[in-house]
């Protein structure tokens, strides 16, 4: 044994030191052609050849992919670009690699999570400041502080959601509530939640985070940091006030987490008529329609907190790669897909909100059933987009999930403390 | 020229045949030795690097702007207090459980099912040789997603535990700890002072003895569930191997069956065991796609294990130095849990106890060798 034992040895020290000399040799590869070139740096000048883009995009589904299919394409054809779309499997790790081999997709989706991550290592161009103006100044003012990092605008928003609060109308009127019922304050949603729970029905259920919660935080004043991510506002008296009358509804069996019933999320208790209120976006439009047709619901906004009206949105941008060798062309391309056309034709086909004011009005047109999301872009806040925050907001959703039985100081005090860290 | 004629000389002089060997050897194994290089080695130093560096993903980690960190990224994560600390310490904590519970379960219940399905009067053993052996054929993502139905608040295990007076537990939506459970149903529900304010990798050691939560239990009778096949057939593989004559003589020495299992059958398993036991540590210490498809590291970090964390360091957070170091703190456990149990497995000489008070059954037919052995 103790022979083969040396003998394993002596292989492993033989393969190792041939590797490393391999290792050695190719370490030229990389250096040669980097030096610095594009990254957050290079705002004014944009790489332009004739090759043709590669857009990436997380696809809800087919709906989705042919939508954006058809307007790259016809963006092609009026350009002479070439440019192919690719529905990812899984964007964050396709993203990585592409960005990892230097052959990133030249335009991509990218959320306000992924952000902070790729523009500090530098695989994005920060083009926002060079979109024309008309259109940037379009952009709802939210929505551009969303996507800049370290004071750089880096991406066009493609979209734009935000919370409100969802009612399964027939069990509005089976516990014999009225249109002037519609809860205005917490204390209403208090009431009209207890009076929906009877039997299986719970009267308001929501996914137990904090993409969810955080709405009340923002209706009581706070969020865990400021609008610019430059203080961190965690454990405010606010926030330790929104917990506490969920925590409240909790205990009082009035409300219920999605995962507590047995659901995936708020829209599938709601879909199966475990919730007769959830608190969901915008997206929930599209699989009530596919997947529970025959649930009757009315989209109303959120009760006011203590600081008036507040809510979450959510957004995602259109990321351009510094290593992209056609950067001229993808801006092209990003301008048309977030043009009011372009946007709308997203909307019909996808349900998602403009991410520029002026479609608004056509916008709700086309849904006034939904006018209570985009109304809320008045008054919605971003969630923190700072580097590494994932990790931190996992941890956050699990301990809001035992919300139940959990003191919200101590929760949002370890909060506190790790968001801290991120500033440093 | 002439002092190479010579040493050609001399060579074929010396070992005339052995040298044609060595050179014919090297060439029928280059394609291997570059492959191996290229797609193992390479890259394993490669991340050994990126574990020491601050490279951020973007080109390569070779590259003129990537600088070397020393100990910063292992530092993060053993030290310091902060989140990456708490994350790595609680996926230890529940990869440990997953590793303790599930290596030892699915040993045992290969080996059982083995010698059952080995069992000659057995009628149908080929249905129950597959059947056994189906889960572990079957993808590990489906049997996962059925695993999701099955242990749904509202799923099929709960309906059955009501039917006996259970109220089952969420499975896979409570971070309670399953010893914490059964304390609490005594009335314990906060631990020992001493226990709570000290801890480990920022988990107090009140929360590394919690046991696996419910979710992770669930993730434990899956392995179990899908491994203990794979392993069965190892086992029988061994068991039809074995010759009839140890046993055969056994039995005219009236050793019960119990007896033969233990003092005949099992140690003669032992290289097998060794197998199974090694890919089991392996496998449950890089347990990943239960874990990416089932409950992406919840609820509240109780299923996240350090494989999951690493993938979701380096490809979700860009922090590729973290994930890197972590892959190679795991690749050291497994090969300190390995080394230990190839010593708890090593062949021992028998003691002398042993030989001066031979145990009560005498096994007769053992040739010499085995026996003084």
């Given at each position: 044994?103790?022979?083969?034992?040396?003998?394993?040895?002596?292989?492993?020290?033989?393969?190792?030191?041939?590797?490393?000399?391999?290792?050695?040799?190719?370490?030229?590869?990389?250096?040669?052609?980097?030096?610095?070139?594009?990254?957050?740096?290079?705002?004014?000048?944009?790489?332009?050849?004739?090759?043709?883009?590669?857009?990436?995009?997380?696809?809800?589904?087919?709906?989705?992919?042919?939508?954006?299919?058809?307007?790259?394409?016809?963006?092609?054809?009026?350009?002479?670009?070439?440019?192919?779309?690719?529905?990812?499997?899984?964007?964050?790790?396709?993203?990585?690699?592409?960005?990892?081999?230097?052959?990133?997709?030249?335009?991509?989706?990218?959320?306000?999570?992924?952000?902070p991550?790729?523009?500090?290592?530098?695989?994005?161009?920060?083009?926002?400041?060079?979109?024309?103006?008309?259109?940037?100044?379009?952009?709802?003012?939210?929505?551009?502080k969303?996507?800049t990092y370290?004071?750089?605008?880096?991406?066009?928003?493609?979209?734009?959601?935000?919370?409100?609060?969802?009612?399964?109308?027939?069990?509005?009127?089976?516990?014999?509530?009225?249109?002037?019922?519609?809860?205005?304050?917490?204390?209403?949603?208090?009431?009209?939640?207890?009076?929906?729970?009877?039997?299986?029905?719970?009267?308001?259920?929501?996914?137990?985070?904090?993409?969810?919660?955080?709405?009340?935080?923002?209706?009581?004043?706070?969020?865990?940091t400021n609008a610019d991510n430059t203080k961190v506002?965690?454990?405010?008296?606010?926030?330790?006030?929104?917990?506490?009358?969920?925590?409240?509804?909790?205990?009082?069996?009035?409300?219920?987490?999605?995962?507590?019933?047995?659901?995936?999320?708020?829209?599938?208790?709601?879909?199966?008529?475990?919730?007769?209120?959830?608190?969901?976006?915008?997206?929930?439009?599209?699989?009530?329609?596919?997947?529970?047709?025959?649930?009757?619901?009315?989209?109303?906004?959120?009760?006011?907190?203590?600081?008036?009206?507040?809510?979450?949105?959510?957004?995602?941008?259109?990321?351009?790669?510094?290593?992209?060798?056609?950067?001229?062309?993808?801006?092209?391309?990003?301008?048309?897909?977030?043009?009011?056309?372009?946007?709308?034709?997203?909307?019909?086909?996808?349900?998602?909100?403009?991410?520029?004011?002026?479609?608004?009005?056509?916008?709700?047109?086309?849904?006034?059933?939904?006018?209570?999301?985009?109304?809320?872009?008045?008054?919605?806040?971003g969630?923190p987009t700072l580097?590494?925050v994932?990790?931190?907001?996992?941890?956050?959703?699990?301990?809001?999930?035992?919300?139940?039985?959990?003191?919200?100081?101590?929760?949002?005090?370890?909060?506190?403390?790790?968001?801290?860290?991120l500033l440093? | 020229?002439?002092?190479?004629?010579?040493?050609?000389?001399?060579?074929?002089?010396?070992?005339?045949?052995?040298?044609?060997?060595?050179?014919?050897?090297?060439?029928?194994?280059?394609?291997?030795?570059?492959?191996?290089?290229?797609?193992?080695?390479?890259?394993?130093?490669?991340?050994?690097?990126?574990?020491?560096?601050?490279?951020?993903?973007?080109?390569?980690?070779?590259?003129?702007?990537?600088?070397?960190?020393?100990?910063?990224?292992?530092?993060?994560?053993?030290?310091?207090?902060?989140?990456?600390?708490?994350?790595?310490?609680?996926?230890?904590?529940?990869?440990?459980?997953?590793?303790?519970?599930?290596?030892?379960?699915?040993?045992?219940?290969?080996?059982?099912?083995?010698?059952?399905?080995?069992?000659?009067?057995?009628?149908?053993?080929?249905?129950?040789?597959?059947?056994?052996?189906?889960?572990?054929?079957?993808?590990?993502?489906?049997?996962?997603?059925?695993?999701?139905?099955?242990?749904?608040?509202?799923?099929?295990?709960?309906?059955?535990?009501?039917?006996?007076?259970?109220?089952?537990?969420?499975?896979?939506?409570?971070?309670?700890?399953?010893?914490?459970?059964?304390?609490?149903?005594?009335?314990?529900?906060?631990?020992?002072?001493?226990?709570?304010?000290?801890?480990?990798?920022?988990?107090?050691?009140?929360?590394?003895?919690?046991?696996?939560?419910?979710?992770?239990?669930?993730?434990?009778?899956?392995?179990?569930?899908?491994?203990?096949?794979?392993?069965?057939?190892?086992?029988?593989?061994?068991?039809?191997?074995?010759?009839?004559?140890?046993?055969?003589?056994?039995?005219?020495?009236?050793?019960?069956?119990?007896?033969?299992?233990?003092?005949?059958?099992?140690?003669?398993?032992?290289?097998?065991?060794?197998?199974?036991?090694?890919?089991?540590?392996?496998?449950?210490?890089?347990?990943?796609?239960?874990?990416?498809?089932?409950?992406?590291?919840?609820?509240?970090?109780?299923?996240?294990?350090?494989?999951?964390?690493?993938?979701?360091?380096?490809?979700?957070?860009?922090?590729?130095?973290?994930?890197?170091?972590?892959?190679?703190?795991?690749?050291?456990?497994?090969?300190?849990?390995?080394?230990?149990?190839?010593?708890?497995?090593?062949?021992?000489?028998?003691?002398?106890?042993?030989?001066?008070?031979?145990?009560?059954?005498?096994?007769?037919?053992?040739?010499?060798?085995?026996?003084?052995?």
């Open positions: 044994m103790s022979r083969s034992l040396t003998r394993t040895v002596l292989m492993g020290a033989v393969a190792a030191s041939a590797a490393l000399a391999l290792a050695g040799c190719g370490s030229g590869f990389g250096s040669s052609n980097d030096t610095g070139n594009g990254g957050s740096g290079s705002t004014s000048k944009l790489t332009s050849s004739n090759d043709p883009l590669t857009v990436l995009i997380g696809s809800s589904g087919d709906a989705e992919t042919n939508a954006v299919k058809s307007a790259v394409a016809s963006w092609s054809s009026s350009s002479g670009t070439k440019a192919t779309v690719i529905p990812a499997n899984n964007l964050d790790q396709q993203l990585a690699q592409g960005f990892a081999a230097k052959k990133p997709a030249d335009v991509f989706y990218l959320s306000t999570g992924s952000l991550g790729y523009a500090a290592n530098g695989s994005l161009l920060a083009y926002g400041d060079q979109l024309p103006s008309d259109l940037k100044n379009d952009f709802y003012p939210s929505l551009v969303n996507f370290d004071g750089k605008f880096y991406c066009a928003p493609k979209d734009v959601s935000t919370l409100q609060l969802i009612i399964n109308t027939d069990k509005w009127k089976a516990a014999g509530l009225t249109d002037a019922d519609y809860p205005k304050t917490w204390d209403d949603l208090a009431t009209v939640a207890k009076k929906l729970t009877s039997g299986g029905t719970t009267g308001l259920v929501v996914s137990g985070q904090y993409e969810r919660l955080g709405a009340f935080m923002v209706q009581a004043g706070g969020n865990l506002t965690a454990d405010s008296a606010a926030n330790v006030k929104a917990l506490s009358y969920a925590q409240s509804l909790l205990k009082a069996g009035s409300m219920k987490f999605a995962a507590d019933v047995g659901a995936g999320w708020g829209g599938e208790a709601f879909g199966k008529g475990l919730g007769a209120m959830t608190i969901e976006g915008n997206w929930i439009s599209g699989s009530m329609q596919s997947d529970y047709p025959n649930v009757h619901y009315k989209v109303v906004p959120l009760p006011e907190g203590p600081k008036g009206k507040g809510t979450l949105q959510f957004t995602n941008c259109w990321g351009i790669a510094a290593d992209s060798p056609n950067q001229k062309a993808a801006l092209k391309l990003v301008e048309q897909l977030t043009s009011k056309e372009d946007q709308l034709q997203f909307s019909k086909a996808f349900g998602v909100m403009p991410s520029i004011q002026s479609a608004a009005s056509d916008w709700k047109q086309e849904f006034p059933e939904y006018t209570p999301f985009l109304d809320a872009t008045d008054y919605a806040e969630v580097k590494n994932a990790p931190v907001i996992t941890d956050l959703d699990g301990k809001i999930a035992q919300l139940k039985t959990t003191d919200p100081k101590t929760i949002l005090d370890s909060a506190q403390s790790n968001l801290q860290a440093k | 020229m002439t002092t190479v004629a010579t040493r050609r000389t001399d060579g074929v002089r010396r070992g005339s045949i052995r040298k044609g060997e060595t050179a014919s050897s090297w060439l029928f194994t280059a394609p291997v030795l570059v492959l191996l290089g290229l797609f193992l080695v390479i890259p394993i130093l490669m991340a050994l690097w990126v574990s020491f560096s601050d490279w951020g993903g973007r080109g390569s980690p070779f590259s003129a702007g990537v600088n070397f960190v020393g100990l910063k990224n292992y530092e993060a994560i053993t030290s310091g207090g902060g989140l990456a600390e708490q994350n790595f310490g609680q996926s230890l904590r529940n990869n440990l459980w997953y590793v303790v519970l599930v290596v030892p379960i699915q040993t045992v219940v290969a080996l059982v099912l083995a010698s059952l399905v080995n069992n000659q009067r057995l009628k149908g053993r080929g249905f129950f040789r597959t059947a056994f052996y189906f889960p572990s054929v079957t993808s590990s993502v489906a049997i996962t997603v059925l695993w999701l139905f099955l242990f749904n608040t509202t799923g099929a295990i709960n309906k059955v535990l009501s039917w006996l007076g259970v109220h089952g537990p969420n499975w896979f939506n409570d971070p309670q700890g399953v010893l914490h459970a059964i304390l609490g149903a005594f009335g314990v529900t906060s631990g020992p002072g001493a226990l709570v304010s000290h801890g480990f990798l920022g988990v107090s050691w009140w929360d590394w003895l919690a046991g696996p939560s419910w979710a992770m239990s669930a993730l434990i009778l899956l392995a179990v569930f899908t491994t203990s096949g794979t392993f069965m057939l190892l086992f029988l593989a061994a068991l039809q191997n074995l010759s009839g004559d140890l046993q055969e003589a056994a039995m005219v020495d009236g050793a019960t069956s119990w007896e033969r299992f233990t003092r005949i059958t099992l140690p003669q398993l032992r290289p097998t065991l060794f197998t199974v036991i090694t890919l089991g540590l392996i496998g449950c210490w890089q347990v990943f796609d239960q874990v990416y498809v089932a409950t992406d590291g919840g609820p509240d970090g109780t299923t996240l294990t350090p494989a999951f964390l690493s993938y979701q360091a380096s490809l979700i957070n860009q922090d590729w130095g973290q994930g890197a170091a972590i892959a190679f703190i795991l690749f050291v456990i497994i090969i300190v849990f390995t080394l230990i149990q190839r010593w708890v497995l090593r062949e021992r000489a028998v003691s002398k106890r042993r030989r001066l008070n031979p145990p009560p059954v005498k096994v007769a037919g053992l040739p010499a060798g085995e026996a003084e052995r």
